[in-house]
């Protein structure tokens, strides 16, 4: 069993540096490491034989892990460049979150996709891809099918449209601080931001990069929101609170683990607090969000190795039509707010 364990956890590492490796590959940073890993790993299973054995590592890579890396992604924000980036930054990301979440979720249930669906597809599109479902999916108990798919979609969807924006966006009538502001609010993941970007002024560049960051630092209260959210239907059937109720005596640490927190965010809230303190230097910050993204690709690759390719065709299909619909929509609404 041991064995096994580690084999898995070790098969999750290989695809991670791998996809990692292909990722760096020119015409293929657009994709990014994290969408490579998970196709990697949906790819080993559907065309080599994976021992059941390994999936306790597989499992342990696709929760802790990634988890993990969640947290080490929060070294990457500085609460004091937010601020100083000013209200209009902080409202621009806050407007295209609030959007994307709304509209890809209205969208999600009026095709018939089922909540815990519309919820992942919606805050991927809405905050930061990947990350955020893999975030907010412990919080609405979606099981892992569907947050491999979704993570699926949305990391494709982010990529689609950041072809779009190159080939499109040029040909409008928008600064470069207007063409960052616009990538910044509207695409799904840091790497498709830094993409779309690349070419643009230093300024601009950072200017994108510091929009995408602040919709990232808004991943914990939303996380949080559907935490408590969540709780309300299953709280009265709880066996601690139905404790509390009859008012018998419950130990303070089930107490605590009853609460609706996602703890891995709180982590990485105060991994941010850290590094706006100034307690970690930016290049230690910098390796351990390398470390990070190792960390969450062989999370990636772990859902991946779960997933089969009749779960997507199960719930992808009308997954990706709400969410391109959702992107095309949130992409319109950033123009017109930069203009």
Same mark, same amino acid.
């Given at each position: 069993?041991?064995?096994?364990?580690?084999?898995?956890?070790?098969?999750?590492?290989?695809?991670?540096?791998?996809a990692?490796?292909?990722?760096?590959?020119?015409?293929?940073?657009?994709?990014?490491?994290?969408?490579?890993?998970?196709?990697?790993?949906? /790819?080993?299973?559907?065309?080599?034989?994976?021992? /059941?054995?390994?999936d *306790?590592?597989?499992?342990?890579?696709?929760?802790?892990?990634?988890?993990?890396?969640?947290?080490?992604?929060? %070294?990457?924000?500085?609460?004091?460049?937010?601020?100083?980036?000013?209200?209009?930054?902080?409202?621009?990301?806050?407007?295209c979150? %609030?959007?994307?979440?709304?509209?890809?979720?209205? %969208?999600?249930?009026a095709?018939?996709?089922?909540?815990? =669906?519309?919820?992942?597809?919606?805050?991927?599109?809405?905050?930061?891809?990947?990350?955020?479902? $893999?975030?907010?999916?412990p919080? $609405?108990?979606?099981?892992?099918?569907?947050?491999?798919?979704?993570?699926?979609?949305?990391?494709?969807?982010?990529?689609? =449209?950041?072809?779009?924006?190159a080939?499109?966006?040029?040909?409008?009538?928008?600064?470069?601080?207007?063409? @960052?502001? &616009?990538?910044?609010?509207?695409?799904?993941?840091?790497a498709?931001?830094?993409?779309?970007?690349?070419?643009?002024?230093?300024?601009?560049?950072?200017?994108?990069? =510091? $929009?995408?960051?602040?919709?990232?630092? #808004?991943?914990?209260?939303? *996380?949080? #929101?559907?935490?408590?959210?969540?709780?309300?239907?299953?709280q009265?059937?709880?066996?601690?609170?139905?404790?509390?109720?009859?008012e018998?005596?419950?130990?303070?640490? /089930?107490?605590?683990?009853?609460?609706?927190?996602?703890?891995?965010? $709180?982590?990485?809230?105060?991994?941010?607090?850290?590094?706006? #303190?100034?307690?970690?230097?930016?290049? *230690?910050?910098?390796?351990?969000?390398?470390?990070?993204?190792?960390?969450?690709?062989?999370?990636? *690759?772990?859902?991946? &190795?779960?997933?089969?390719?009749?779960?997507?065709?199960?719930?992808?299909?009308?997954?990706?039509?709400?969410?391109?619909?959702?992107?095309?929509?949130?992409?319109?609404l @950033?123009?017109?707010?930069?203009?």
């Amino acid at each position: 069993m041991r064995n096994g364990k580690l084999y898995g956890i070790g098969l999750a590492l290989i695809l991670s540096l791998i996809a990692k490796l292909i990722g760096s590959l020119p015409y293929l940073q657009i994709l990014g490491p994290l969408v490579i890993a998970i196709l990697l790993g949906i /790819a080993v299973r559907h065309w080599f034989s994976v021992p /059941a054995s390994a999936d *306790a590592g597989i499992q342990f890579s696709a929760q802790k892990l990634l988890r993990l890396g969640i947290i080490l992604m929060g %070294l990457r924000l500085n609460w004091q460049d937010l601020i100083q980036a000013g209200p209009k930054v902080i409202g621009l990301a806050a407007v295209c979150l %609030l959007f994307g979440i709304a509209i890809v979720y209205a %969208l999600s249930r009026a095709l018939g996709i089922d909540r815990d =669906m519309a919820i992942l597809v919606s805050c991927g599109t809405g905050i930061c891809g990947a990350a955020a479902v $893999v975030a907010v999916a412990p919080q $609405v108990e979606a099981n892992r099918a569907k947050t491999g798919t979704a993570v699926a979609v949305v990391c494709v969807m982010g990529t689609i =449209m950041t072809l779009v924006y190159a080939f499109v966006l040029p040909m409008l009538a928008l600064s470069e601080t207007q063409y @960052g502001e &616009l990538v910044g609010a509207t695409l799904h993941e840091v790497a498709h931001v830094v993409a779309a970007s690349d070419g643009l002024s230093t300024d601009a560049v950072n200017l994108a990069i =510091m $929009v995408k960051l602040a919709r990232v630092a #808004m991943l914990a209260p939303v *996380a949080l #929101m559907l935490g408590f959210l969540t709780s309300r239907k299953r709280q009265r059937s709880s066996d601690v609170y139905a404790a509390a109720a009859s008012e018998i005596s419950v130990s303070w640490t /089930a107490k605590l683990k009853a609460l609706p927190i996602p703890w891995f965010v $709180v982590g990485f809230l105060l991994a941010a607090t850290v590094r706006s #303190m100034g307690w970690v230097s930016a290049s *230690a910050a910098s390796t351990l969000v390398d470390i990070a993204y190792i960390l969450l690709g062989m999370g990636m *690759a772990g859902l991946g &190795l779960n997933m089969r390719i009749a779960d997507i065709k199960l719930h992808g299909t009308k997954a990706f039509i709400a969410c391109l619909v959702g992107s095309l929509l949130l992409s319109g609404l @950033g123009m017109w707010l930069v203009m």
